[in-house]
């Protein structure tokens, strides 16, 4: 997964929020628009849209950008740092088996998740699904556990991306049947949760706010979702796998755009390898 693009109202105490209480680093701050990351990796685009309206309750969109850390220890410090700076963004956490996550959210009500994931050798498969579940985690116990004296310069990567939809049967048939992604759990439904390369899940829908919705109007929140992929091979044969499912595309040459059911905006493009222990997507 690529950087994730937030529209926003404000920039300047989102810029804020990130930089210095998520702990991520501003890697670019070009007039309306500003990027962060870690390393040299983006995971974040506030794009200022100040006339934009905020979302509408129950609306689809967002559910959650996740930050997956290399560390333990580097998980540690940002959850401190925002426990520390902005306790009240905290709204929870939680052993998946696969992973441990904590959950928060951004000043303009966007959900984030800050997350380490256990070895896969450690994940428990049964007839292609993965054995995930939500177990106590005392944020408290994990930052005294893990928190390190040293500063940290570890990388992060977008994980996955959770978007609140209007029906699971219709986002499977968009992203499995059409964009290719593979199921990797399925909680009836209420959610969904999709992988390529045997990841845990690169994307997940979940109706749990959301149910019977329609598509998003215009407003602040989630503006794009960004897939990468090997290729440029890659990229023409989604073009021509859209084309037949009469996906309406928008083809620059380099990514290739286009709409899921409820409006939100969906970008593939082709590039490397983020990260030698989580490789790139393929669908």
Known sequence: MGAVTLRVGNLDAMIAYYRDIVTLELQSHNGPVAVLGRG????????????????????????????????????????????????GTFTGSADHLVSQAFYFTDPEGNGIELYWDRDRTLWSWAHGQVEMASLHLDPNAFISEHLSAEPSEGTAIVGHVHLSVGDVASAREFYVNRLGF????????????????????????????????????????????????????????????????????????????????????????AGTSVSAENPVATV
């Open 182 to 269: 593979e199921v990797t759990a399925n909680f009836g439904p209420s959610a969904l949760f999709v992988s390529a390369g045997g990841y845990h899940h690169h994307m997940a829908m979940n109706t749990w706010e959301s149910s019977g919705t329609g598509k998003r109007r215009l407003a602040l929140g989630l503006g794009e979702v960004s897939i990468i992929v090997p290729g440029a091979d890659d990229i023409g044969a989604l073009n021509e796998r859209m084309a037949h499912y009469k996906v309406g595309t928008s083809h620059d040459g380099q990514t290739l755009a286009f709409d899921d059911p409820w409006a939100n905006r969906i970008r593939v493009r």
């Open 40 to 87: 040299r990796i983006p995971l974040v685009i506030l794009q200022h849209a100040p006339e934009l309206a905020a979302a509408e309750p129950r609306s689809a969109g967002l559910y959650h950008t996740a930050i997956l850390f290399n560390t333990q220890a580097d998980l540690a410090a940002a959850v401190f740092s925002i426990g520390t700076k902005s306790p």
